[in-house]
Nanobody, 114 residues
Framework: VQLQASGGGLVQAGGSLRLSCVTS????????MGWYRQAPGKQRELVAD???????NYKDSMKGRFTISRDTARNTVYLQMNSLKPEDTGVYYC?????????WGQGTQVTVSS
């Protein structure tokens, strides 16, 4: 299984980015897919995820600013990030989970300048 993340970059505070994660197999083969972030010197944390039934979950500090969505025909999960803040800086990883197995993408760097 391969997950390919893309869409990161350098953006000014208040700007937007959209991350994409393309999987090598159907999104429905995962129980849940999500985006995680690892800031410098910190542990990886959940940003948002989307369950197989389409329900979503967000870290509190991302609610109202980030939106996770999916295109099942393209086997792609998106993370739309608006009103970005410098504290959103980090490497963003795509994750797919099936039962107790976790599959990770390679990460994409997001840098938000003040």
């Amino acid at each position: 299984v391969q997950l390919q993340a893309s869409g990161g970059g350098l953006v000014q505070a208040g700007g937007s980015l959209r991350l994409s994660c393309v999987t090598s197999r159907s999104i429905y083969s995962f129980d849940v897919m999500g985006w995680y972030r690892q800031a410098p010197g910190k542990q990886r944390e959940l940003v948002a995820d989307i369950n197989i039934d389409g329900s979503t979950n967000y870290k509190d500090s991302m609610k109202g600013r980030f939106t996770i969505s999916r295109d099942t025909a393209r086997n792609t999960v998106y993370l739309q990030m608006n009103s970005l803040k410098p504290e959103d800086t980090g490497v963003y990883y795509c994750n797919g989970r099936r039962y107790t197995d976790d599959f990770w993408g390679q990460g994409t760097q997001v840098t938000v300048s003040s």
